[in-house]
């Protein structure tokens, strides 16, 4: 038992904690007399989130929802990555690209929300748009320490070895920064998620943030909690399955066991 | 042959207060020979071997191997570096096929090449390890294996077994002249072991350091083979000698006010 306990404390701690604060919830609802229009509860939330999968009607709302994230997402990668790069690589681009990408990360940057449905409109191009450029400096930020912690001697090496400056960038470079991206990729997730959801609030007639708004407007707490747990779903999901590429990439980060 | 020609050499820029590393060094490594550049850290020993590789440009001062001036690294040599410096997502036998790549080998016999490099340092079995899963002295034969798999015709190896432990290290210095031995290659050792100079070297080069420049040039004749009786070879009168009259001038020099 007790070795039981020592080799599963974290787990089972957490999932006790996970336990507990569930039953409270429920027990708050069910006999402390908490209106249920207020909390809802662990399970009248369970219930509903599996009839919206059931009867299809979550479908649209997801799909749109996941079109957004995924297109503003991928075009944080595909822009982020190379700038990240040159910024690590070039004094001159990371000088000029500086003040900008300081900018974005200390700027609330849903404030662009408006400027950019005036310029896209209310379709999915300005969500889009709002996800991209909420997440795309945690992208670049990462790439460019990601690249820049690389150790140079393995670049004097490579030099050495009679390496070009493009053999050095695929070999050298892009696999030792790999790491560093993957992480910025995941913590780019969580934004690309409160940019959807806030861009869907202000302006949009489907969507899960869109579909959150709604249900509140209609006291249908339950509702809200589901779309709730499927964004905060979504996000845990995604950041495991990032952690364990980046586990899978870079054994040397994470062991130094010899077998 | 590699002809160094009144190398001198400056950290910093033009407009900063540059320190002086290398002042006025010239010197000639005979080919098939085994040299030592033995001094004190901060006399440019390193430096001099990164200039004869081509990674640094001199101040001023040219290298020429076999004729031709160096201005940047070439096929015909190969560092062993201190640090070891192998890729950490590469295994042992992928770092030393990206070496072969680099050198333009065809791909069709880096595998072959990359493994007979690997059972000549006795690593043949690690060939799939990563470098986080080997120990610093098998590190260190992956990085002669990698550097003698390109075939160079100049080793160039900088302090390679400075940071290995001592008993590591007499195992690899007398392993390194077993590997040599039939060989007619021309090695180029950075050192500032006294000891490890003497035994491995037909000449050490002894340098002073603030700036770096050359002290004596001093030929070491010990018989051929000495890994067959290392021990004996070191507790002989010669190499006690060789050892003494080094480590005089080398504490002579330490002892002057700079």
Known sequence: MAAFWSAHRTALTRTAAVVVFLFVWEAAVRWGGVSPLFLSSPSAVTVRLIKVFANGSIWPSLLATANVAAWGAFLAIVVGVPVGMAMGRSKLVRDTLEPFIMAMASAPIVAFLPLLIIWLGIGPTSKIALVFVGSVFVVIVNTESGVRQIDPRLIETARSFTASEFEILINIVVPGALPFMIAGVRLAIARVLIMVVVAEFYAATVGIGYLIFQAGSQYDTTLVFVGVVILAGTGVICNAALRALERHIAPWMHTDIAP | ?258
């Open chain 2, 1 to 258: 042959m590699i002809e160094v020609r009144n190398v001198t050499h400056r950290f910093g820029g033009a407009n900063k207060p540059s320190l002086p590393v290398l002042d006025d060094v010239s010197l000639t490594v005979a080919p098939g020979t085994f040299v030592s550049l033995l001094g004190p850290s901060g006399c440019g020993k390193t430096t001099l071997l990164r200039i004869m590789d081509g990674l640094v440009q001199p101040t001023s001062g040219q290298i020429f191997i076999d004729g031709s001036q160096v201005r940047k690294p070439g096929r015909d040599r190969a560092m062993v570096f201190q640090e070891f410096n192998l890729l950490p997502w590469r295994t042992a036998l992928h770092n030393i096929e990206f070496a072969l790549k680099l050198h333009g080998v065809p791909a069709s016999e880096r595998r072959g090449r990359a493994i007979e490099a690997l059972r000549r340092v006795g690593l043949e079995k690690f060939a799939g390890f990563y470098p986080h899963q080997l120990s610093g002295g098998m590190k260190q034969r992956v990085g002669l294996a990698r550097a003698l798999s390109t075939n160079p015709r100049y080793l160039l190896m900088d302090e390679p077994f400075g940071a290995l432990d001592p008993l590591v290290r007499e195992v690899m210095q007398i392993d390194l002249l077993k590997l040599l031995d039939a060989e007619q290659r021309t090695i180029v050792f950075v050192t500032h072991s006294v000891d490890e100079a003497v035994f491995l070297s037909d000449r050490v080069i002894i340098f002073r350091a603030h700036p770096g420049a050359i002290l004596k040039t001093l030929d070491i004749d010990l018989p051929p083979r000495r890994f067959e009786n290392d021990e004996e070879i070191k507790a002989s009168p010669a190499f006690v000698s060789y050892r003494n009259m080094i480590w005089h001038l080398l504490k002579e020099q330490l002892r002057q006010p700079a």
